[in-house]
């Protein structure tokens, strides 16, 4: 039996492969999750009454219901839409529907932080609404949400684990498959938990350093 | 039918690990706390990076560390016992930061005055700052609540029988297998929305007293 240490040289490679795929998958799910979390912060406070329950209802459904429950319901549930996706596709679209969800939320918070007086100064300049969204609410609201949407990237990362549930092969998965065969499940898991603290404790640090500079700021 | 059945009687099970962990978690939280505001900096040092360990690690592979990990120290725990072991990790941490929150929301006067009192460490702490922290900690120990309601799910992972096991024995079988996740989705949402809604209450009834 070799010691754990060359246990983990051995297995490195493939845990680093599956960590590889649990950054895409946090990538991805930020980078079609914010943009649809900023229409629904939008939606959440626009007037058509339709348009504001559509979203109040997916802001609550996204939020409301485990993310591993919505990983099932699209692992299951496309295929009874006769579209049977790799899994990875479906963990992508369960992940950035919980993204969209929480991100919204957040967005939400920091637009209703913008001061109603450069609202109203833009207004009184002329300003078309989709202007005064675009130059005077969105930055300044998204400054406020930073710290929040940070916080919240370090949280999908390390909800891309529950998409081993749906076979996607990301670190989680590696490590559960090398438990299998070799039985020495401490160890391994161990790695993966190294693994995946190695990115989340240094992005968390960046996070509250980011959050003291902007409250420092106002 | 027979998956609905099988899903409310799983709903105990849900209850069971996210209150076991959450009890977990607030004893585990009250040592990190104080070794966090600690003036000895090697320990205070070290609470923070066990609190960063706790929450840097995917509660999934908690789970699945202590249940299948364990074994290789001699270490055997039931599925129940080792998700709630598990999420009470990583619960304490957060509540332990949620703590430190409240503790620093109690005004410096409050220690200054009991000290000028002549009132002693214990008596000061139960009896001063924890009714006054608890007060301000309210709203952040409910939506911790109900993150973890949320959390417990993972449970599941491990053959802890509750709602998402439930759900995923059935879908397993069953061509309309997919429904029973609805429910599920929907008795969590029956949950977590009203405990939501009274947690913001709380936090805006507070914000107007302090105005």
Do not use: C
């Not at chain 1, 949400?145 to 891309?160: C, D, E, K, R, Y």
């Not at chain 2, 439930?166 to 996740?181: K, L």
């Amino acid at each position: 039996m070799t010691t754990t240490f060359q246990f983990w040289a051995e297995n490195f490679p493939q845990m680093l492969a599956g960590l590889g795929v649990s950054v895409q998958l946090t990538l991805l799910s930020l980078l079609l999750g914010l943009p649809l979390g900023l229409l629904l912060a939008l939606g959440v406070t626009a007037p058509p009454r339709p348009l504001r329950w559509l979203s109040i209802g997916l802001v609550e459904t996204g939020r409301g219901a485990p993310a591993l429950v919505i990983l099932y319901v699209v692992y299951f549930g496309l295929p009874i839409l006769h579209w049977t996706p790799e899994a990875l596709v479906s963990a992508v679209i369960g992940l950035t529907f919980t993204t969209a969800a929480y991100t919204g939320e957040y967005i939400r918070g920091g637009l209703k932080a913008v001061s109603p007086g450069s609202i109203e100064a833009a207004h009184a300049l002329a300003m078309p609404t989709t202007d005064v969204l675009r130059f005077i609410v969105i930055p300044q609201g998204m400054r406020v949400a930073l710290p929040s949407l940070m916080g919240f990237a370090v949280q999908i990362f390390q909800a891309t684990s529950l998409t081993y549930s749906i076979t996607v092969s990301e670190l989680t998965a590696q490590a559960y498959g090398i438990s299998s065969m070799t039985f020495r499940s401490l160890e391994i898991f161990g790695l993966a938990g190294l693994m995946y603290a190695a990115i989340t404790v240094p992005s968390s640090w960046l996070t509250s350093r980011v959050e003291r500079r902007l409250s420092l700021r106002h | 039918m027979q998956g609905l059945n099988a899903i409310l009687l799983a709903i105990p099970y849900t209850f069971l690990v996210t209150a076991g962990a959450f009890a977990l978690g607030f004893v585990l939280a009250i040592p990190l706390v104080f070794a966090r505001r600690t003036r000895i900096t090697p320990i205070r040092v070290t609470a923070q990076f066990v609190i960063d360990l706790a929450r840097g690690i995917p509660p999934i592979v908690w789970l699945l560390f202590i249940f299948f990990g364990l074994p290789a120290m001699h270490v055997l725990l039931d599925p129940l016992t080792a998700a709630i072991i598990g999420l009470g990790i990583v619960s304490s941490a957060y509540l332990a930061e949620i703590f430190r929150g409240g503790l620093l929301a109690v005004h410096r006067g409050q220690f200054e005055a009991s000290a000028a009192l002549g009132l002693g460490g214990w008596t000061t702490f139960t009896r001063i700052i924890s009714p006054q922290a608890l007060q301000s900690m309210l709203p952040g120990l409910t939506t911790y609540f109900i993150g973890l309601l949320k959390d417990s799910s993972i449970a599941s992972v491990i053959g802890v029988t509750e709602m998402v096991y439930a759900a995923t024995s059935y879908a397993r079988i069953s061509p309309d297998g997919i429904y029973m996740f609805f429910v599920a989705a929907a008795v969590y949402i029956a949950i977590s929305v009203p405990l939501g809604l009274a947690a913001r209450g709380m936090e805006n009834r507070m914000n107007r007293a302090a105005a």
